[in-house]
C-alpha cells in the first residue's frame, strides 16, 4: 500500500507545519503509520510512529518534544505537526502503514524546507 504525504511547503526556523497523511485506504484496524524523511544525500530515517491499536506514538530523539504525530477521530488521516523546526528538518517528508524504514512502497513524499 502507497500513502501519500502532503503538506510540505517553507517556512522559517522556528516555525511549525503540519503534515497530512491519508489512511482512508488502509484496513479498518490498520497496525500503524509511520513517518519518515530523507535530507539531501542522506538515507531515508524514521521520524515517529503511530501505533493504531494503541494510539501509542514513537519519536526519534531528534524531533522528540518538536514534533507529535496524532490521527484524527474519523481515523482517515494521520498528521505530523512540526513545531520549533531547524534548517536540519529540511528533507522530503514521507509517510508509510509500517514504522519500519525497510519498506518497498514509498510514496511521492511532500517536501519541507526550513530557511534559517
Known amino acids: 500500500v502507497q500513502l501519500q504525504a502532503s503538506g510540505g511547503g517553507v517556512v522559517q526556523s522556528g516555525g511549525s507545519l503540519r503534515l497530512s497523511c491519508s489512511v482512508s485506504?488502509?484496513?479498518?484496524?490498520?497496525?500503524?503509520v509511520g513517518w519518515f524523511r530523507q535530507a539531501p544525500g542522506k538515507e531515508r530515517e524514521a521520524v515517529g510512529c503511530?501505533?493504531?491499536?494503541?494510539?501509542?506514538?514513537y519519536y526519534d530523539d531528534s524531533v522528540k518534544g518538536r514534533f507529535t504525530i496524532s490521527r484524527d477521530d474519523a481515523a482517515t488521516t494521520v498528521y505530523l505537526q512540526m513545531s520549533s523546526l531547524k534548517p536540519e528538518d529540511t528533507a522530503v517528508y514521507y509517510c508509510?502503514?509500517?514504522?519500519?524504514?525497510?519498506?518497498?512502497?514509498w510514496g511521492q513524499g511532500t517536501l519541507v524546507t526550513v530557511s534559517s
Open positions: 503511530f501505533g493504531n491499536s494503541d494510539k501509542t506514538t
Open positions: 485506504g488502509l484496513p479498518r484496524h490498520f497496525f500503524g
Open positions: 508509510a502503514p509500517t514504522c519500519n524504514s525497510d519498506y518497498d512502497y
